[in-house]
């Protein structure tokens, strides 16, 4: 437990010292292996102009550059927050063992966050949500995934 | 409709050429803004070992680049499948006007990528996924997100 609440408290630092310097909003994160940080990432969205750049994702970012590896076996992810649906896709692709987490996506809307308006409209069909989306060229775009099925020499993730 | 199939041409283009090249997974996007393409994004997970290297968020992180802005008010993107939970996160963060598609998710997992998995995954709640996720430690994180809301010069997004 004690180290449990180690690797927290530093995310939650970073969530508290990066923000107060202006670099995003109030989320930290590191990745743990073998029961050593081996990445953090902290929010900084506006001070790089990268919607994408959450702390869980760029804390992924680092890992993976780390390990040379686009996958997170064996990794844990200590996240300040409940990661948004962005994150926590990030998340899954990256495979980590598990994730603890500390405030919660309702928290984050108090404080004026999307989260939980994005865990909503994912949850709906796309007919129903509030964002527009549509298809079109679907025969076109299947060649792509024609060709990955006979791929030789392909390398899935 | 000659400009949305050639806008839609090229992100399939891409998802084709730069699988072909051993690139990564059969994915292409692009930005339009005004008419014009103003950034392209192809996946690169496997080659760049970065698992939050989908077209989508490629092609966003581009465009926010080339127009100095965490936001994509304005723009449109074409991608060549339908988002997975965390291009349509990132999608949602940047704020794109529209969204187009050609290929879905059950396109995608026919060819063994996790999509569907994942925009299942997220519609449960915590306790019924499959993936572990453990929360503690909230009064303690919490301390970052009062700050945020006391902090005067904050830069919200």
């Keep these: 437990m004690a180290l449990h609440k180690k690797f927290m408290s530093h995310a939650i630092r970073?969530?508290?010292?990066?923000?107060?310097e202006g670099k995003g909003g109030p989320f930290g994160a590191v990745v743990v292996k073998n029961g050593k940080i081996i990445a953090e990432g902290f929010n900084k969205v506006t001070s790089t102009n990268d919607p994408s750049a959450h702390a869980e994702?760029?804390?992924?970012?680092?890992?993976?550059?780390?390990?040379k590896s686009f996958q997170l076996t064996g990794c844990e992810i200590y996240t300040s927050c409940e990661p948004c649906p962005m994150c926590l896709g990030a998340i899954y692709w990256a495979r980590p063992d598990r994730v603890y987490f500390a405030n919660t996506r309702e928290d984050a809307a108090n404080i004026g966050f999307d989260d939980q308006f994005i865990y909503e409209e994912i949850n709906r069909s796309i007919q129903k949500r509030k964002f527009k989306m549509k298809q079109f060229m679907r025969k076109e775009a299947m060649r792509a995934f024609d060709l990955?099925?006979?791929k030789g020499d392909k390398v899935g993730y």
């Design 148 to 150: 990955w099925k006979k």
């Design 14 to 20: 970073l969530s508290i010292t990066k923000m107060v």
């Design 57 to 67: 994702v760029v804390a992924i970012r680092n890992a993976c550059k780390k390990l």
